[in-house]
C-alpha cells in the first residue's frame, strides 16, 4: 500500500495539470518544463524551462494561440477578394477544453476575422502534451466552409525571450545557421512580409534548433510529416537598421519581441479534414551537443536501416575518386590510373545519355565495369531518377505533363519530374531497372532530391497526388522501390548526396554536400554512417584534414589545369599520407565511436579536433591546424588518461606525447591514450 502511495505522489509531482488563478489558467508541468495557458482564449501566456530557468515566454499579454490562413477568394477573381486574410486565434470566440492528466486540447468553431461579414464552418482542434522533458504539439481541422484553409500555424508563441543578452542566440538545422540575436537574420521577400523573418522548412531542414552556449530547445517531427512545415521567427515591431535586434524590450510604445509559429501548410478544402504532424518542443542545458543528442536518441527508430545494408566495404577507409566520362574507354583509363595512387572507388557520371526521353548508357558500359572490377576497382554510377533532358526527342509528349508545378500551374523548372505521381514512379522503374550497367555496378549515388530551390510541393492534380503534396513523400517511396531493386538483398550499395535525416534508413552512407563548418552536426548525429566528402584543387588539403577530423572518406574531384591525378603531386602525397595513417591506425580513428570533445580537451590557435572512443574504451584526439600560415603549440588535458603517443600523416612511428608539441600550418596529429 505504502508502495502505491509512493507511486502516486510521484506521478502528480512529475506531471500536473491544473487550473489556478480563479479557472483563469491551465497548467502543464513537470520537473524540466512549465507551459501556462489561458482558458480565455488557449494561448500560451508563459513557458519556462525549469532546469536552466530560462523563461522562454515570459510576458502573458503576448500570449497567442493558434493562426489560420483563410483567403477569401471565388472562383473569379474581385475586389472583394482578399488572399491575406490571417484568422487570430486569440480573437476568437472562448475554446472549448478538454483535460487529461497531461494533455489539454481547446477546440475552436466558427472562424471569424475582421474581414469577414460571418464565421466560417472551421473547427481547429490543438492538442499540447506534456513530455519528458518538453511538449509535443498535435491537432486536426475540419473544414466544411467554402473556402481553401492553407495553413495553421501550431504553436504560435508569441515570444521567445533572449536568456542571456551577453551572448548570441541562434537558430540552426543539420546544415544551417542563422542569428536571432543581436543579429537577427532576415531571409524574407523585402516587399512581402510584414516584419524581418526568417524561415526553415521541414522536413528537408529535420530539426530546428534555438540555442546559446548554455541552452536551448529543439523542435522537430519524429516521425516523416505528411505536410510542408513552414517555421517562422518574426521580429515585431522590426527595426530600421539592418539585420539588428534591439536589446529593450520596448521601443516606440510596441513591445519588442521574436515571434514564433511553425506553419502547417495543408491546403485543406472545402469539405476537407487534415490530421496535423505532431511537433515536439524539448528543452535542454548545456551546449548545442546536448540538443543534437535529444533529437538523435528521440529519432534513432526512424534512422534504423529498413533495407539490408552493405557495409562489409563501405565501412572501410577507403579513397574515391569522382569522374565523369563519354565512352567507355574513359573509365578503363580512369581506373588505371587510379589504382596507381590507391584509389578504390570511382564515382561515375556521364555514363547514360538520352534518347527518346529515355536514359541509354553508352555503348559497352556493362563490360568496361567488369573490366575495373577485374582490376580491383569497385565502380559506383551517379543516378538522376526525376532530372530529365527537355531538349531530347519525346520530352514534350512524354514528360512535359509531370514537370512539378506551383499553386498557380506554373511549372518550378522544365527538367524536373514530380516524384509523387505514380505514373511517374512507374516509368521510371522501367527505364533505369533496364539498364545493365545499374546491375552490374557496385551501387549507386542517386541525387535525387536535392531539397533546395522552390520544389518542395507539387499542386498539379493530374498527376494524382493532393493539392499542395510535399515532394519527399514521392520521393522516399521512390527511393525504397530502387534500392529495393538495385541492391539485391544487400550486395551492392545504395548512397545520396544531400539528403535529408529519413532517408537514412534507405541509403547505406552519402556524399555530404554542405559547408565544412556542419561536417560536425552530421557526424555526431549519425557516429557510424559512412559519409564522403569531396576534396577539390583548392583547400584539397584542408578538406583531407577534414575527412579525418570526421571520420569521411575522401573523394578525389580535381579539375583545375587537367583531370590526371598525377599532375597533382602534392595532393596525392598527401592524400597517400593520410590513408596509411588511418590504415595502420584502424582501431584509434576509424573502427571507434566519435565523441565530438568529451574526455580529452586540447588546447591551441586555430585548431580543431574530435575525440575518438575505441572499443577498449581508450580515447584518441585528431587535431588539425586549421591555419594557412601560423604554426601552433597543441597540448592536451585530461584526467583519467594514460599515457599518450602520437603519430602523423608524415611520421607514421608513434612516439611519446610529452604534453604539448608544434603543429605546422594545415597539419595534422592523432594523439592516442594507451
Same mark, same amino acid.
Given at each position: ?106 477546440? =475552436? ?6 474581414? *469577414? ?79 524581418? &523573418? ?155 545519355? =538520352? ?126 522501390? *530502387? ?106 580513428? =576509424? ?68 604534453? &604539448? ?14
Amino acid at each position: 500500500m505504502k508502495k502505491k502511495i509512493v507511486l502516486i505522489c510521484t506521478l502528480f509531482l512529475c506531471v500536473s495539470v491544473f487550473a489556478n488563478r480563479e479557472g483563469e489558467w491551465l497548467v502543464l508541468e513537470n520537473e524540466y518544463i512549465e507551459a501556462v495557458f489561458d482558458t480565455k482564449n488557449g494561448a500560451l501566456v508563459r513557458m519556462t524551462d525549469k532546469n536552466s530557468g530560462w523563461e522562454i515566454m515570459r510576458r502573458e499579454i503576448l500570449g497567442q494561440s493558434f493562426e489560420l490562413l483563410l483567403p477569401l477568394e471565388g472562383v473569379q477573381m474581385s475586389d472583394a477578394d482578399c488572399r491575406y486574410n490571417v484568422i487570430k486565434g486569440v480573437e476568437q470566440a472562448k475554446p472549448l477544453i478538454e483535460q487529461s492528466n497531461g494533455r489539454i486540447t481547446f477546440i =475552436w468553431s466558427g472562424m471569424k476575422s475582421a474581414l *469577414m461579414d460571418k464565421p466560417a464552418d472551421i473547427i481547429f482542434k490543438g492538442e499540447v502534451r506534456l513530455l519528458d522533458k518538453g511538449l509535443e504539439f498535435s491537432g486536426s481541422l475540419i473544414n466544411n466552409s467554402e473556402y481553401t484553409v492553407e495553413y495553421v500555424s501550431w504553436p504560435c508563441i508569441g515570444e521567445v525571450t533572449v536568456p542571456d543578452k551577453t551572448q548570441p542566440l541562434y537558430q540552426s538545422t543539420r546544415n544551417d545557421i542563422k542569428g536571432l540575436f543581436p543579429h537577427f537574420s532576415n531571409r524574407g521577400a523585402y516587399w512581402g512580409i510584414d516584419y524581418p &523573418t526568417s524561415t526553415y522548412i521541414f522536413p528537408e531542414k529535420s530539426f530546428l534548433q534555438v540555442n546559446n552556449s548554455k541552452e536551448g530547445f529543439m523542435i522537430y517531427n519524429r516521425a516523416l510529416s505528411k505536410h510542408t512545415i513552414i517555421t517562422s521567427f518574426e521580429l515585431i515591431p522590426g527595426f530600421d537598421k539592418r539585420n539588428t535586434n534591439p536589446y529593450e524590450d520596448e521601443m516606440d510604445g510596441q513591445l519588442v519581441r521574436i515571434q514564433f509559429k511553425a506553419n502547417h501548410v495543408l491546403y485543406n478544402k472545402a469539405g476537407d479534414v487534415s490530421v496535423l504532424d505532431s511537433l515536439k518542443l524539448v528543452t535542454y542545458s548545456g551546449a548545442w551537443t546536448e540538443g543534437l543528442k535529444l533529437y538523435r536518441d528521440d529519432c534513432v527508430v526512424y534512422t534504423e536501416k529498413m533495407l539490408p545494408s552493405s557495409t562489409h566495404w563501405l565501412a572501410e577507409p577507403l579513397t574515391w575518386r569522382k569522374i565523369g566520362i563519354k565512352r567507355a574507354a574513359d573509365l578503363l583509363r580512369y581506373a588505371n590510373e587510379s589504382a596507381k595512387f590507391g584509389v578504390k572507388v570511382l564515382l561515375v557520371k556521364g555514363w547514360y545519355k =538520352w534518347e527518346n526521353a529515355r536514359p541509354v548508357e553508352i555503348p559497352n558500359m556493362d563490360e568496361a565495369i567488369l573490366e575495373c572490377q577485374k582490376l580491383g576497382m569497385r565502380v559506383i554510377l551517379e543516378t538522376n531518377w526525376l532530372n530529365v533532358d527537355r531538349y531530347a526527342a519525346g520530352y514534350k509528349d512524354k514528360q512535359r505533363k509531370y514537370m512539378m508545378s506551383d499553386p498557380f500551374g506554373m511549372p518550378y523548372n522544365y527538367g524536373y519530374m514530380c516524384p509523387n505521381a505514380p505514373e511517374v514512379r512507374r516509368c521510371l522503374q522501367d527505364m533505369w531497372l533496364s539498364l545493365p550497367a545499374l546491375r552490374i555496378a557496385d551501387g549507386y549515388m542517386n541525387n535525387d532530391h536535392n531539397h533546395s530551390g522552390k520544389t518542395y510541393m507539387c499542386f498539379d492534380q493530374n498527376h494524382g497526388h493532393r493539392f499542395g503534396e510535399p515532394t519527399i513523400n514521392g520521393m522516399i517511396e521512390l527511393d525504397r522501390i *530502387m534500392a529495393e531493386a538495385l541492391t539485391q538483398n544487400g550486395t551492392k550499395v545504395a548512397m545520396g548526396q544531400g539528403f535529408i535525416d529519413f532517408q537514412n534508413s534507405i541509403y547505406d552512407g552519402y556524399l555530404i554536400g554542405v559547408s565544412d563548418n556542419f561536417y560536425v552536426r552530421h557526424r555526431y548525429l549519425d557516429p557510424k554512417e559512412p559519409i564522403l566528402t569531396r576534396v577539390e584543387v583548392k583547400n584539397a588539403r584542408r578538406g583531407m584534414n577534414k575527412a579525418l577530423l570526421y571520420r569521411m572518406n575522401i573523394v578525389y574531384d580535381l579539375y583545375f589545369h587537367s583531370d590526371c591525378l598525377a599532375d597533382y603531386p602534392n595532393i596525392m602525397e598527401y592524400g597517400n599520407q593520410m590513408s596509411k595513417l588511418r590504415n595502420r591506425y584502424l582501431n584509434y580513428i =576509424w573502427d571507434a565511436t566519435f565523441d565530438e570533445h568529451n574526455g580529452m580537451r586540447v588546447n591551441g590557435k586555430n585548431i580543431e579536433y574530435s575525440i575518438f572512443v575505441n572499443k577498449a574504451g581508450k580515447r584518441t584526439a585528431v587535431v588539425c591546424n586549421m591555419s594557412n600560415e601560423s604554426a601552433t603549440q597543441v597540448s592536451v588535458s585530461c584526467e583519467g588518461v594514460g599515457e599518450l603517443r602520437y603519430a602523423t600523416p608524415e611520421t607514421l612511428e608513434d612516439r611519446s606525447f610529452e604534453g &604539448t608539441i608544434e603543429l605546422a600550418p594545415l597539419s595534422a596529429i592523432i594523439i592516442m591514450e594507451q
